[in-house]
């Protein structure tokens, strides 16, 4: 079946340094990914949405120059979180979606970020 | 206003028993799809059943079934016979519209989320 690979499972880093965040679809091509952001026993916000080879589109509220998300290939799109604050710390995860199948979608397994 | 709404935070059902996780959805679109998965404690994303706004019979998956209401606007989930290992948060969801051109067709609108715990 369809897999999407997200690395790093977990980091820890210190305030002020930046995150780089991976997801690569395995053995298929993503035409569009999906990056949400999760607090504890909270719900997936959809913080933005990348086509390959085009600008992400953020949703309202989410800082674009904080979140940094390139898809370069149809295969890999990464979240860089700059500047990292405790406040950023979350559950980040990404969902590929296959091309035009109307379920389609395939998460990562998740990245916990921890910022100290 | 909420696009998907899930108003039980948390409910509990015995082993084996059959368990109904509300939702109910806003949309003024004629074409979307309503999704729901489980998401266990490891924080992974499972599929669990889907729903397209055209489609006249209930979506069935197994132990899982969508009870899918048009004209109320809900998607309930119902899950038979419950095991200790359905013990998760669920998340009902929904694409609207039809999947097009364009940089943000496609993207799921999740509810609150319901944690189920299963009791043996």
Redesign the interface.
């Known amino acids: 079946g369809a897999v999407v690979s997200q690395h790093p499972s977990w980091v820890i880093c210190k305030s002020g340094t930046s995150v780089k965040i991976e997801c690569r679809s395995l053995d298929f091509q993503a035409t569009?990914m999906?990056w949400y952001r999760q607090f504890p026993?909270?719900?997936?916000?959809?913080m933005a949405?990348s086509?390959e080879g085009?600008k992400a589109?953020y949703e309202q509220g989410v800082e674009k120059d904080k979140f940094l998300i390139n898809h370069a290939s149809l295969t890999l799109s990464t979240l860089t979180v700059t500047s990292a604050h405790p406040e950023d710390s979350s559950?980040y995860?990404c969902?590929a979606?296959r091309g035009?199948?109307?379920?389609g979608?395939t998460?990562g397994?998740?990245t916990?970020l921890t910022v100290v | 206003a909420q696009k998907i709404t899930q108003t039980q935070p948390g409910m509990f059902v015995q082993e084996k028993e059959a368990v109904t996780l509300d939702c109910t959805y806003d949309t003024s679109d004629q074409s979307y799809?309503l999704?729901w998965?489980k998401q266990p404690s490891?924080?992974?994303?499972i599929?669990l059943i889907?729903q397209?706004s055209y489609d006249e019979q209930n979506a069935t998956e197994g132990r899982y079934s969508l009870n899918f209401q048009k004209a109320r606007k809900s998607a309930n989930l119902v899950i038979s016979a419950s095991q200790l290992g359905d013990s998760a948060?669920y998340?009902c969801a929904m694409r609207e519209g039809q999947?097009a051109g364009g940089?943000?067709?496609?993207?799921?609108?999740?509810?609150?989320?319901t944690?189920l715990t299963v009791h043996p």
């Open positions: 569009t999906f026993k909270q719900s997936l916000m959809l949405t086509n085009s589109t559950f995860i969902s979606l035009r199948h109307n379920h979608y998460f397994s998740g916990r | 799809g999704f998965y490891s924080g992974e994303m599929f889907y397209g948060m998340f999947l940089t943000s067709y496609g993207k799921l609108t999740f509810g609150q989320g944690i």
